[in-house]
């Protein structure tokens, strides 16, 4: 009943800025943590920015300073401000949420999100 999607990718020269959207539907009671996770070719998934639902944020050490992720609970949507793009930023991104229904509460993917940062 809950659906996460993705958007806001493309391609980017490094340097360059993006912003990514995540707009959930459904059933929603409440959206508890959103987050964005990427992964690379090759490489394993990694956590790249997590916010609470009181606002709280945390990001992953190799995008503190240069992204930013925020949500408008009014319009179930999470963002991901990405600045000072590098090509090492290059991945599929996915948005997260742990999203509590009239009756249950968990976790969903979006389909994620393809950004490509050029050198």
């Known amino acids: 009943q809950v659906q996460l999607a993705e958007s806001g990718g493309g391609l980017v020269q490094a340097g360059g800025s993006l912003r990514l959207s995540c707009a959930a539907s459904?059933?929603?009671?409440?959206?508890?943590?959103m987050g964005w996770d990427r992964q690379a070719p090759g490489k394993q998934r990694e956590l790249v920015a997590t916010?609470?639902?009181?606002?709280?944020?945390h990001y992953s050490d190799s995008v503190k300073g240069r992204f930013t992720i925020s949500r408008d609970n009014a319009k179930n949507t999470a963002y991901l401000q990405m600045n000072s793009l590098k090509p090492e930023d290059t991945a599929i991104y996915y948005c997260?949420?742990?999203?509590?229904?009239?009756?249950?509460?968990?976790?969903?993917w979006g389909q994620g999100t393809q950004v490509t940062v050029s050198s």
């Open positions: 997260n949420a742990d999203v509590a229904t009239i009756r249950t509460r968990s976790f969903y």
């Open positions: 459904g059933r929603i009671f409440s959206i508890n943590d």
């Open positions: 916010i609470t639902s009181g606002g709280s944020t």
